[in-house]
């Protein structure tokens, strides 16, 4: 009896040691997403509110419209997406997004345009492009590319016939000497995500805030592209490349399940690859509901989704109309800016350079005269702080909390480009990256 007793007082014991250990161990590796859960995204996400309510009124020096879009994203065309129309347009939609340049994954050698989703659809203009070896490509024609041949002379016969290329996963080796290519991606999402040496983290802190802070979450990630916004400007110096942003969304790093046509259920994975296929039963039943408009009975969303990266960063640009042959036209001139609209929506911002008369004589992306520009001169918004850059220096950086900045010293011929930073909590965010002015 009193052994029973024993045997039993040194179970409960090892037990509550277990239970114990185990409690301190996920407190140790979700301490810091639990953290910024209860405290420090909260207190930003107040912090950006009220940064948000300085929003002024600004007149722009141009009567070209501002259409927000994205450059590089998946849909179901992509081996790796299950992307539907109804997924893309309810997300821009939602997020204020005016166009989709879509950069799905070829199915094989031959790739014949266009495929895919592509027109006009509730007000969001979507156009096929192709995504290969970290090259984005938009034929805009009717086309098969043939992937076995050279890159270089792909990319001359896609833009002599009127395509559009850009290089996309800047941070690794690219033929930067192809004259052809027009544009790289000077900040992707994914970038900042193998760049960090511990996955795991970023999960825990997607698995506790992805519901309600995901945008937080993602600003998490977010590092400066230092050598790639060097490279640019270095490439800038000799010749035109315009940079834009990438979100390279493919919202597939998620669980998610559908009927098959004979009632089963099929459970998906990461990368949309399938795991395994059920019967329904009392056992599973729960857990699914009815088919929403994408067919998804159940679906839970870890990390990247369309609603989130549509409002990551956007690229803004100036063009006439919202057609792709307008769009596509003023892409390649780089009249835009790339901004981190979850910060603030840059709708209103314009860099550009004063003539002598006082009018706009080219904004970014224009190459002007160095004997007709007057200033530099940007409106924004929002406050922020400016910084000048000249050929990859800077040459001046504003003062903080500024909804104007105009640059009239001495300016020497170079590429001119502007960063802008906010700070809606305790410190500088960037915000801004224009395309630059080429004064000659
Ligand atoms: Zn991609």
Known sequence: MKNLKRLFKL???????????????????????????????????????????????????????????????HSYWSHDSKGTLYDLVSA???????????????????????????????????????????????????????????????????????????????????????????????????????????????????????????????RTIFDRQTRILARWDSLNRYRHV??????????????RARYLKDGRVQWMGINTKPIDTVKVSFLNRWMFHEPDQSGWIFKWMIINTYETSFNNSVNYLFADTLTVPNISHHLILGHHFTAFKSLADATGFCYYAEGQDGKMAGMMGDSVKVASVRKLTAVSPYPGRFTLIRDGKTVDVSAADQYQYSFDRSLPKGTYRLEVEVKPGDEWLPWIYTNPIYIY
């Not at 090892?14 to 140790?28: I, K």
């Not at 930003?44 to 994203?73: A, N, W």
């Not at 930067?176 to 983290?201: A, C, S």
């Not at 315009?242 to 669980?255: K, M, P, Q, Y």
């Open 92 to 218: 821009a939609k939602l997020r204020n997004i005016n166009f989709l340049f879509l950069t799905d994954h070829p199915h094989g050698n031959l790739d014949s345009f266009p495929r895919g989703y592509k027109g006009l659809y509730d007000g969001v203009l979507i156009e096929p492009g192709s995504e290969k070896e970290d090259f984005v490509s938009w034929p805009m024609d009717t086309t098969v590319i043939d992937w076995k041949i050279n890159k270089d002379t792909i990319s001359k016969r896609l833009v002599n016939n009127g395509g559009m290329i850009f290089y996309s996963h800047t941070e690794i080796p690219h033929n930067w000497d192809n004259q052809f290519f027009q544009g790289m991606e000077i900040y992707n999402f994914h970038t900042n995500v193998l760049e960090k040496t511990r996955t795991f983290p970023i999960l825990t802190d997607f698995l506790i805030n992805g519901s309600k802070y995901r945008a937080w979450a993602y």
């Open 11 to 73: 179970l409960k014991n090892l037990l509550l040691g277990l239970l114990v250990t185990l409690v301190l161990v996920l407190l140790v590796i979700f301490a810091k997403p639990l953290w910024h859960r209860f405290v420090t995204y909260p207190r930003f996400q107040k912090q950006v509110e009220v940064f948000q309510q300085r929003k002024k009124e600004v007149q722009l020096p141009t009567s070209l419209k501002i259409y927000r879009g994205l450059l590089h994203l």
């Open 242 to 255: 315009v940079g834009f942003s990438a979100v390279d969304e493919h919202e597939n790093i998620n669980f």
